[in-house]
């Protein structure tokens, strides 16, 4: 039972550093935030010299920070996690990219396609041959459907190889689309729809 993709979002993320009331920038010893927060928020850490800490989220760094009645740490949360568990906002805006965003999916235990659904999402692992991927964006060009993202996931036991997770510009109903699964018969050795949505 696979769950697919009903709906995405991209919402814009602002960072803020926070720590217990009477904390102070220039006493603070390490930084608490999910990896991916972290990353986003590097050069503002490095510069002070903090030493970050992975949480599993941000909530959870800012939740750990404010039980800890440790004034040398601080979380990279957001504003609405700082008020929450009530510490303060040392600085806000911390994250080194200004148009930092994410993207949120709403996944389904049964396949719901909304109207006006014109992304889809596809996961292919391909014949481990040279070309193999060229010949699949030759075939995505051709039907005139837009990639809007590609990534690659290393496949666990299987040395070099890999998973391709495309995000299309089409409608799941299109009959490029179909076109499209008919041109991949024997370029790929598995196929996954994950969902078709409005974003």
């Known amino acids: 039972n696979r769950c697919t993709i009903a709906a995405a979002a991209e919402l814009p993320v602002r960072h803020c550093l926070a720590a217990l009331p009477g904390a102070d920038l220039r006493t603070l010893r390490a930084v608490y935030s999910h990896p991916q927060g972290l990353s986003q928020c590097a050069e503002y850490i490095a510069a002070h010299g903090w030493q970050p800490c992975a949480c599993s989220n941000t909530a959870v760094a800012a939740e750990m920070v404010s039980r800890s009645g440790d004034t040398g740490i601080a979380a990279i949360a957001s504003r609405r996690a700082a008020a929450l568990y009530g510490l303060t906002v040392l600085e806000d ?107």
Do not use: W
């Open 93 to 199: 805006g911390v994250q080194t990219a200004a148009n930092n965003r994410t993207r949120f999916i709403c996944i389904s235990k049964d396949l719901e396609i909304y109207p006006g659904s014109d992304k889809t999402s596809i996961m292919m692992v391909l014949n481990h041959k040279p070309g193999a991927l060229s010949k699949v964006l030759t075939r995505l060009y051709v039907r005139g459907i837009n990639v809007t993202k590609l990534e690659s996931r290393p496949i666990p036991d299987r040395d070099f190889e890999f998973q391709f997770y495309f995000d299309l510009e089409t409608s799941v109903y299109s009959p490029e689309f179909a076109q499209m699964l008919c041109d991949l018969e024997g370029l790929c050795q598995e196929f996954q729809y994950l969902g078709s949505y409005r974003e």
